[in-house]
């Protein structure tokens, strides 16, 4: 991806950002590959886990606002 408004004919005007992802991504499975049993995860852990995303957890947050509103409560949320 280039830099703003550059010159594209310039390779110094383009970010590394692809070829960092792909690396980092690289490290995580072989790390994951060697080290799986003996790193674990919590139960109610929502992301990053089989089966599971933070769809559930957008879920989750929606029933609890609407939960709340319904019985007359205010609802703050911070993120």
Do not use: W
């Amino acid at each position: 991806m280039p830099k703003g408004n550059t010159n594209r004919a310039i390779s110094d005007n383009y970010r590394g950002i692809t070829l960092s992802s792909v690396f980092g991504r690289l490290i995580d499975l072989l790390i994951l590959h060697r080290y799986s049993d003996v790193l674990g995860t919590y139960d109610l852990q929502f992301g990053f886990k089989v089966k599971r995303s933070t769809a559930m957890c957008s879920m989750v947050l929606k029933e609890a606002i609407s939960y709340y509103v319904n019985h007359g409560s205010s609802v703050f949320c911070l993120s």
